[in-house]
């Protein structure tokens, strides 16, 4: 019988660790699933353990050079001044042992999740493991080595013909993907992050549009920093229905970093629990509108691990069960059993604490600013629209 959705996640997936004090911490995945357990939102029925991608597959998206450059660092036999060029071995991508094995999980975890959506055993999959935007053809980048997104879109446009549309509403600009398919027309990238005026990567401008016969499947929308909940959901609300209803896709990718909030460590968007509550419950809309269903998730940034991401994160998988997003108290015995470990009070609730933060006085001027930015991203679209 077909599922309504499945769970990619075994242990292993911990090993992509670069050491105990780097932000990127997967912990995160186990504090979320252990809070869908604790709620009863999931069973062991619906996990699925992941695969490693091969060597063939890795080279969907990467350079021959780096994946064995990657190898040498993961058996500790790199020289340091080789590494930087291929981005390993840096302060934001340290080299740690089997880096490979780790990085290659993670891409398999995102294959094993297209399999399942387009052999039809689930609608929805979920690989909280993946989301490694930043990655490139031949360099590791802001934390991520092998990019599991690219990878899974080339293998869906090989194995299954299908048409691609990548939503990214990581805090950071999804690069990787975006340059991956910069020039091919049947895949579509969205991307909705602070401005790279002052965050990591500094691109994903509206001017980048795509290039030769991509011209036109890559969006930006970039927002001022310390946007908050209303204003950051009118622009995915919008963006995300009107290039779906241009492009026409047979299946969404939605990579879920949950770094917009505002307790993140290092970005600087003032999103509360709000806008993760919404983002996935429209991407399913999206999904059933346009792809029968069809819909694939992964991870991504999220920096605060115990307040902000295992609590964004359920809301992902609650979506794919058709279920609405829960309000009051957190399971108690979930409180109890991550309170000890924590270095913040954990928050009890599945709301922020009403008010987050005090009110912003630029409020309105970020408001007006990102929907001139939403309309001239969308120019395209909307021009194509008034031509026809
Ligand atoms: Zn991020």
Known sequence: ????????????QLNYSFSDTHPFNQKRIILTLDLLKKMQAITDEDIIRPRIATEEELLLAHDVKFIETVKKASKGELQENVGAIYGIGTEDTPIFPNMH?????????TLTAVDEVMNGRANYALNLGGGLHHGFHGK?????????????????????????LYIDTDAHHGDGVQWSFYDDPNVCTLSIHETGRYLFPGTGHITERGNGKGYGTSFNFPIDAFTEDESFLEVYRTSIKEVAEYFQPDVILTQNGADAHYFDPLTHLYGTMAIYNEIPRIAREIAEQYCEGRWIAVGGGGYDIWRVVPRAWAQIWLAMKKLPAPTGPLPADWLTSWQGESPVPLIPTWEDPDP?????????????????????????????????
Request: hydrophobic letters at 40%; charged letters at 30%.
């Open 1 to 12: 019988m077909k599922k309504d959705a499945v769970f990619i996640y075994s242990e292993d």
């Open 101 to 109: 094995e780790a990085s290659a999980l993670l891409v398999g975890g």
């Open 140 to 164: 590791a980048s802001g934390f991520c080595v092998y990019n599991d997104s690219s990878v899974a879109i080339k293998y869906l446009q090989q194995k299954y013909g299908a048409r691609v």
């Open 356 to 388: 987050l933060y005090e009110a912003i006085p630029r409020k309105k001027e970020i408001t007006e600013k990102n929907a001139q930015m939403l309309n001239r991203a969308l120019y395209i679209i909307r021009n194509e629209k008034i031509n026809k």
